[in-house]
């Protein structure tokens, strides 16, 4: 084994070090020596305009890209979802980790009346946003941004009745409290649940490294999601929807994906299962058959009211 360090970029935050800290153990366990850098990123320093105000999709990734770009850092681990569809000129996917738990959850206040009143429920997410409007209409949706430990404190400190958080960022910290439900009817973001690792596309000694912590069935699935996203959005954001199950009996995938209007009121869904020969274009697909019954004409709205 070489002597050779593999640098580790990550964001400072205590889930973003939990995830780094997990690619380290992985690689130390194979022989491999790490060092585990962090950087703060402009997601985490602008806490006060809604990501998609910031008008990119990438913006925890971003500084990360440049010092890799720069020689700072070998790899980057990200969690997956907050990961833009088209990787900077020079990086790849290097290894997708087997995914955890990819539900979204409703952390409340111990008292769960408010579902069948008026409410105030907060989450910075626009597919979030939508699908719990599209539910409870009669329920106001303001903004919470941060990281996990941030917006579990603004939930605390605040009156609304609750917030919805991914279950995988706060089981991976063990800050997921008693007072939760299981969303299990909201479709999570494509890839939620699941750790990616980037590394430079000629770095073949990071990239023969990470090989080994693939998981093949993770990244088949997370690149289903991805290509109906990126099919659908086309470098906007939009309140969209997607998860992929394999089942093994069966040798078949479950797909479920959904693009939202921004208010919830539309709701364009689908949901097929399909052999597993079928996954290279399954998502993109998928897309095309929302694009061609009415999703165009919806995506066209959601862009133009993300401009104002």
């Known amino acids: 084994m070489s002597d050779k360090i593999i640098r580790i970029g990550t964001r400072d935050s205590e889930l973003?070090?939990?995830?780094?800290?997990?690619?380290?153990?992985k690689l130390n366990d194979l022989g491999y020596?790490?060092?585990i850098i962090a950087v703060k990123s402009q997601g985490d320093i602008l806490l006060d305009k809604p990501l998609y105000e910031l008008g990119i999709t990438g913006i925890f990734t971003k500084t990360l890209d440049i010092a890799m770009i720069n020689g700072e850092i070998d790899i980057?681990?990200?969690?997956?979802?907050?990961?833009?569809?088209?990787?900077p000129k020079g990086i790849v996917q290097a290894a997708v980790l087997e995914r955890a738990n990819s539900l979204d959850i409703l952390v409340h206040k111990g008292n769960l009346d408010f579902l069948n009143e008026s409410a105030t429920?907060?989450?910075g997410s626009l597919r979030r946003?939508?699908?719990w409007l599209n539910k409870y209409p009669n329920h106001k949706v303001v903004d919470l941004r941060g990281n996990v430990n941030t917006r579990m404190q603004k939930l605390n400190d605040s009156d609304?009745?609750?917030a919805v958080f991914a279950a995988a960022g706060l089981e991976r910290i063990n800050l997921k409290p008693g007072n939760y439900i299981n969303l299990d009817w909201m479709i999570p973001a494509p890839a939620q649940g699941a750790m990616v690792v980037v590394a430079m596309e000629k770095d073949n000694f990071s990239l023969d490294a990470l090989?080994?912590?693939?998981?093949?069935e993770t990244e088949i699935v997370t690149y289903i999601e991805r290509q109906f996203l990126r099919t659908l959005e086309g470098?906007?954001?939009?309140?969209?929807g997607a998860l992929v199950q394999y089942n093994e009996e069966e040798d078949t995938l479950h797909f479920q994906g959904a693009l939202f209007s921004l208010d919830g009121k539309v709701k364009m869904e689908i949901d097929k299962t399909v052999p597993i020969e079928e996954w290279k274009k399954l998502g993109f697909n998928m897309a095309k058959e929302i694009l061609e019954n009415g999703g165009a004409e919806l995506m066209k709205t959601i862009k133009e009211s993300l401009k104002k």
């Open 16 to 25: 973003a070090l939990w995830q780094a800290h997990t690619v380290e153990k």
């Open 121 to 123: 429920i907060a989450t």
């Open 160 to 162: 609304w009745s609750g």
């Open 129 to 131: 946003q939508a699908q």
């Open 33 to 35: 020596k790490t060092q």
């Open 235 to 240: 470098g906007c954001t939009a309140p969209i």
């Open 211 to 216: 090989t080994q912590l693939n998981d093949i």
């Open 76 to 87: 980057a681990v990200h969690s997956m979802k907050d990961v833009p569809t088209a990787l």
